[in-house]
């Protein structure tokens, strides 16, 4: 369902704060999509339907969700998701594609990459009960952080951007 329907305003004031945080740092509004432009994809170029020499999925979870439940831990924090894995490992200059599966047949997910700086990357939608795939292909070693944006603080991840293959 609707991410923030049923949610403590606890878990909403945390959400906004997140969001209004990521999107100043680059002064573009949250409900915008956008892949790398030209300075951020001297960090990550990221394409669509290329081939390449590593793949990762990841699934969105449903931990407590109204339908399902616990009753009592959705009363308490709201519907709960995450990503997972929540914990991705690539190679720098190694083009990885990360294919994203929503899982729920009828809640909205999307992906907000950050790098290490704390600059907003990229942000694309999951659509319900699809699969999207991009490329990754990272130019800088480094912990990059990523969230749905409609289901914070639960919703998160790290990248962790190793140094390039040798050999
Ligand atoms: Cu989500």
């Known amino acids: 369902m609707n991410g923030n329907t049923g949610r403590s305003v606890c878990g909403l004031t945390a959400a906004a704060s997140l969001v209004a945080a990521l999107s100043a740092s680059i002064g573009r509004a949250a409900e915008a999509t956008y892949l790398p432009d030209a300075t951020a994809s001297k960090v990550v170029t990221v394409t669509r339907g290329e081939t390449a020499a590593a793949g990762i999925a990841v699934f969105t979870q449903a931990v407590a969700i109204k339908e399902t439940g616990p009753k009592e831990t959705v009363a ?41 700086a704390g600059n907003v990357l990229m942000r694309v939608m999951l659509p319900p009960l699809q699969e999207t795939s991009y490329v990754f292909t990272f130019h800088r070693a ?26």
């Not at 990059?144 to 990248?159: A, E, K």
């Open 76 to 116: 308490r924090f709201g519907e709960v998701y995450a990503f997972s894995p929540p914990f991705l490992a690539v190679h720098q200059g190694e083009p990885t594609m990360i294919s994203f599966r929503n899982l729920q047949p009828d809640d909205e997910h999307d992906f907000m990459l950050v790098d290490p």
């Open 142 to 167: 480094g912990l990059f952080t990523f969230y749905c944006t409609m289901h914070q603080p639960d919703m998160s991840g790290q990248i962790l951007v190793l140094a390039p293959k040798r050999g």
